[in-house]
């Protein structure tokens, strides 16, 4: 990895992608102990219910990265909204346009994607793109994308929800997320 991130452990939880991790020999060992942990235990323990669906969440969002890329839940408690963001760090292409890093292009849009600047002091100018598109079953997705190009490497924060109302107040919480990654 080429990025280092300070992100606040108290709201997000990195989702290790491979297997054995630190302690865990595997994901359903490592959800699970994450699951009981934000579970709490005695009289202020969560439902079972709702520490199993956790687990199950957890279980879910490492089988659904098999590509490597580092992701986190943003998972301030058990009950909070949960989201998933992906980092992606990958090695700079030319060839590439900017536009197919930000998505901003990528359809079936139901309004213009709003491309703003981006500035972090670790990374220096950048740009977030949030587009609105239809996905299936008529669902409205908006998705996020803050994209900086450096000399050598192409870095993309990427979020993506049918949760309106969740995107919007997680949006400058995932701003900051953004802003703690540097360069190794």
Excluded: C
Aim: glycine share 4%; hydrophobic share 45%; no cysteine.
């Amino acid at each position: 990895m080429a990025i280092d991130m300070d992100y606040d452990l108290d709201r997000w939880v990195y989702v290790p992608n491979v297997f054995p991790w630190e302690s865990f020999d595997d994901e359903e060992q490592w959800a699970d102990a994450v699951a009981r942990a934000f579970g709490g235990e005695g009289r202020r323990a969560a439902p079972a219910q709702l520490v199993d669906w956790l687990r199950a969440y957890l279980v879910g969002a490492v089988r659904s990265n098999r590509s490597g890329t580092i992701r986190f839940v943003h998972l301030p408690n058990i009950a909070a909204p949960h989201a998933i963001v992906d980092v992606y760090d990958m090695p700079r292409r030319e060839d590439v346009p900017l536009t197919d890093l930000t998505h901003e292009n990528q359809g079936p849009a139901i309004r213009d994607a709003e491309v703003v600047p981006f500035e972090s002091e670790n990374l220096g100018a950048g740009v977030k793109s949030t587009r609105w598109v239809r996905a299936e079953a008529d669902t409205i997705v908006r998705a996020t994308n803050w994209v900086w190009r450096t000399a050598e490497r192409d870095i993309v924060v990427l979020t993506a929800t049918s949760d309106m109302p969740l995107a919007e107040a997680l949006d400058p919480v995932i701003d900051e997320l953004a802003r703690t990654i540097r360069l190794a």
